[in-house]
């Protein structure tokens, strides 16, 4: 079955510091996208970060980037200089493609962003 | 912003009562998709829709139904509503033809069953 873990159920960081969230993932599927989605306290689920499993190059999307080692099935996010806003759950997901392309959900990481 | 609403977004009802929520889409993607999130489960697939009629299961489909007549419509119905359906619902859409499924999600409904 496809499973989807994150392993850090909280984490803090300063204001303007960075800090990594840790994803891990399993799949049999040759090709495939993996996706950071953001939950602030507003609910509202928010696409933040996708990556094909065949670029090599890590995708990044202003102060967020993944570092995608796909030989491990690890997929983290970076947030670069936090700010206050960045304060959310952040949840990795990845599709499984034998149903309709549901989203199979990891159990999310709530970062709060410390002044 | 992808154009995804939810109705009702807030809702009090008792057990043992009928409940229908509405998703309602604007872009004119395939692929509907009806979650629930839970404290300690993430989000959990209820049902999909993958075209007007076309449904299927997903992992907590037991106590609901759904309908889809229209593209841009996506009903979920709560047959008889019981205290462990109280929970946030999210409608989510994807768009068709693309191999990525990326999903973009509704505001969410925040359902209790007294």
């Known amino acids: 079955a496809q499973t989807v873990t994150q392993s850090q159920p909280e984490m803090s960081v300063q204001e303007a510091e960075t800090v990594t969230l840790s994803c891990t993932y399993d799949?049999?599927?040759?090709?495939?996208?993996l996706f950071w989605y953001k939950q602030p306290p507003s609910r509202q689920m928010i696409l933040v970060i996708r990556?094909?499993?065949?670029?090599?190059q890590n995708a990044t999307e202003n102060r967020f980037s993944v570092n995608f080692q796909k030989a491990a099935k690890s997929f983290s996010l970076k947030i670069s200089d936090s700010q206050l806003g960045d304060t959310a759950m952040y949840f990795c997901?990845?599709?499984?493609?034998?149903?309709?392309?549901?989203?199979?959900f990891g159990q999310g990481t709530e970062l709060s962003v410390k002044p | 912003d992808a154009g995804i609403t939810q109705s009702p977004r807030h809702k009090v009802t008792e057990t043992g009562t009928p409940v229908t929520l509405r998703c309602h889409q604007t872009?004119?993607?395939?692929?509907m998709y009806w979650y629930r999130q839970d404290p300690g489960h993430g989000l959990r697939l209820i049902h999909y829709s993958y075209g007007v009629k076309d449904t299927d299961k997903g992992e907590v489909s037991d106590g609901y139904s759904v309908s889809r007549s229209k593209t841009e419509d996506f009903l979920l119905t709560l047959e008889s509503a019981t205290s462990s359906q109280t929970s946030v619902y999210f409608c989510?859409?994807?768009?068709?033809?693309?191999?990525?499924?990326?999903?973009?999600f509704g505001p969410g409904t925040r359902l209790t069953v007294t």
């Open positions: 872009e004119n993607h395939r692929y």
């Open positions: 997901a990845s599709p499984d493609y034998n149903q309709g392309g549901k989203l199979i």
């Open positions: 799949t049999s599927e040759s090709n495939y996208y």
């Open positions: 989510a859409i994807s768009e068709e033809g693309t191999f990525y499924h990326e999903q973009y």
């Open positions: 990556q094909e499993a065949y670029k090599q």
